[in-house]
């Protein structure tokens, strides 16, 4: 869909927290996709470990959103955990999401990213100040949104200024081929 909207390259910005310099840089999307397992988001999966066997599927955007105004990490992660284990038992026995040992919460993790490597895209980046290497995460549906709200702002003032130059009207001005907005606003100037 990004790629369809705004094209193949994305440019984004970071600050180094080494030096505190912003850097740009460019991405390609074909460079960001990960091969990844055929599964759906409605598939269950199963993982054994240390005793316990697990009934889970894979996070979507519901349980990310379900998650939303929950400021401590653990408690979100909790939260999280409930929403993706659809059974859990211990011997054989029920138990809670929460008697899940942290063992067998980390091979849950592992198991998810395995599953799904599109989940958490980390980009490395590198300052050209002090040669800091870090990871960003990378949340292409953060970045979309951001980028959606930008050419917004950018059509509404098109459309400012064509109105107010030529007096027309904002369905006129949408009617208007690109290529045509464009030449007329640069007849008017900046």
């Given at each position: 869909?990004?790629?369809?909207?705004?094209?193949?390259?994305?440019?984004?910005?970071?600050?180094?927290?080494?030096?505190?310099?912003?850097?740009?840089?460019?991405?390609n999307i074909?460079?960001?996709?990960?091969?990844?397992?055929?599964?759906?988001?409605?598939?269950?999966?199963?993982?054994?470990?240390?005793?316990?066997?697990?009934?889970?599927?894979?996070?979507?955007?519901?349980?990310?959103?379900?998650?939303?105004?929950?400021?401590?990490?653990?408690?979100?992660?909790?939260?999280?955990?409930?929403?993706?284990?659809?059974?859990?038992?211990?011997?054989?026995?029920?138990?809670?999401?929460?008697?899940i040992p942290?063992?067998?919460?980390?091979?849950?993790?592992?198991?998810?990213?395995?599953?799904?490597?599109?989940?958490?895209?980390?980009?490395?980046?590198?300052?050209?100040?002090?040669?800091?290497?870090?990871?960003?995460?990378?949340?292409?549906?953060?970045?979309?949104?951001?980028?959606?709200?930008?050419?917004?702002?950018?059509?509404?003032?098109?459309?400012?200024?064509?109105?107010?130059?030529?007096?027309?009207?904002?369905?006129?001005?949408?009617?208007?081929?690109?290529?045509?907005?464009?030449?007329?606003?640069?007849?008017?100037?900046?």
């Open positions: 869909l990004r790629e369809r909207l705004f094209g193949a390259k994305l440019v984004n910005n970071a600050v180094c927290p080494q030096c505190e310099e912003r850097i740009e840089w460019e991405q074909a460079d960001l996709v990960v091969g990844s397992a055929d599964v759906s988001a409605t598939d269950r999966f199963s993982l054994q470990q240390d005793g316990y066997r697990l009934c889970f599927r894979l996070p979507n955007s519901k349980d990310m959103a379900g998650l939303e105004g929950l400021s401590e990490i653990e408690r979100a992660q909790k939260q999280l955990l409930k929403r993706l284990i659809v059974s859990a038992e211990y011997a054989g026995r029920a138990c809670e999401p929460e008697q942290e063992s067998v919460v980390r091979a849950l993790n592992e198991r998810i990213e395995a599953l799904d490597p599109q989940a958490e895209i980390r980009i490395q980046l590198t300052c050209p100040e002090c040669s800091n290497r870090w990871d960003v995460f990378f949340d292409i549906a953060g970045f979309l949104w951001a980028e959606v709200n930008e050419w917004a702002e950018r059509m509404l003032q098109s459309i400012h200024k064509l109105a107010w130059a030529y007096g027309w009207s904002e369905r006129d001005i949408l009617n208007l081929s690109p290529v045509r907005r464009q030449l007329y606003l640069g007849m008017i100037g900046p």
